[in-house]
Nanobody
Framework: QVQLVESGGGLVQAGGSLRLSCAASGLTFSSYHMGWFRQAPGKERQFIASISWITYYADSVKGRFTISRDNAKKMVYLQMNSLKLEDTAVYYC????????????WGQGTQVTVSS
């Protein structure tokens, strides 16, 4: 049974930083492409970043957010710096097989709230 569990969300002032973590279990972690998404109230879910042997970022977070992974610990991280009000959302960790197009597994999400 695959589980993805996010942690590290919270309330932070604009300009501050947070580090999200995602603990994976029940899958051969190194064979999965890992991603972070977010969904703000009333908005569609948005891709943020992904990582396998290469990283991708949404333009809205490029230069501020950094995705990383530790295959030995089955962890993926999202370091978020220079946070803005518009970064407020529920952040989700997701996994997809390296050869797959769609993300198969999702975490329950962690709330990030950026205040002024």
């Amino acid at each position: 049974q695959v589980q993805l569990v996010e942690s590290g969300g919270g309330l932070v002032q604009a300009g501050g930083s947070l580090r999200l973590s995602c603990a994976a279990s029940g899958l051969t972690f190194s064979s999965y492409h890992m991603g972070w998404f977010r969904q703000a109230p009333g908005k569609e879910r948005q891709f943020i970043a992904s990582i396998s042997w290469i990283t991708y970022y949404a333009d809205s977070v490029k230069g501020r957010f950094t995705i990383s992974r530790d295959n030995a610990k089955k962890m993926v991280y999202l370091q978020m710096n220079s946070l803005k009000l518009e970064d407020t959302a529920v952040y989700y960790c997701a996994a997809r097989g390296i050869t797959q197009q769609d993300y198969d597994y999702w975490g329950q999400g962690t709330q990030v709230t950026v205040s002024s």
